[in-house]
């Protein structure tokens, strides 16, 4: 049986017209990717990098994090350096998620898309990632989606609103009617600001901002 947390979850679902979904943590979990090739940039520049300093790194683009990586080193170098290991960072990244397949959404998130679709619920991505796209083909969702905003898209990284302001333009919905879907502190701002209702995914202490939380997609439904 579902808490009374999930029920007004499931309430609140029935009076968007659309959803946005964070990618990373809600739709898959490449977390993980992330982490092994941040650590091993990390540990081919002198320095190590722990999962706890990858958490901080949830919905920030690649050149913010990679600032921060090189904050936690204690390394000051040039832009072109930068734009050197932010590319061979993807790389590493890109070779982990070529091997990714359907297998590998996380629990409840092909249905509750699948439910969205079939209820005539518009449905758009926005995310921070520059290979969202990809990460959908893997995962053979891409027709799931009406609209993609990625950090291809956008000049500013959560908790700007931006990725979500233009997820709403490009769906032809307004803010308000928007409900989306985050696991990352930064995102829930980001939402709230771009003036949208908020389902946390994840760890209420983090998310305790959104208008609910739940431990994931599973939990949901139309």
Known sequence: MLSENHRDANRLLYTKKAFIFD?????????????????RLANSLGFDFTWQQNEKLKGVSRRQSLDYLLGWGNLQLSDAEKE?????????????????????????????????????????????SKNARLVL???????????????????RSKPDPEVFIKAADALDVPPGACLVFEDAHAGVAAALAAGMQVVGVGDPAELGEADMVVMGLADLGI
């Open 23 to 39: 990618l990373d943590g809600v739709l898959v979990d490449t977390a993980i990717f992330h982490y092994q090739a941040w650590k």
């Open 137 to 155: 083909e893997r995962t053979g969702i891409s027709d799931c989606f009406d609209a993609v905003i990625d950090g291809n898209a956008v000049t």
């Open 84 to 128: 050197q290991l932010a590319t061979r960072k993807n790389e590493w990244y890109l070779a982990l998620v070529g091997g990714m397949t359907h297998w590998d959404l996380l629990p409840g998130a092909y249905r509750l898309l699948s439910e969205a679709r079939n209820k005539g619920i518009r449905v758009a991505l926005g995310s921070a």
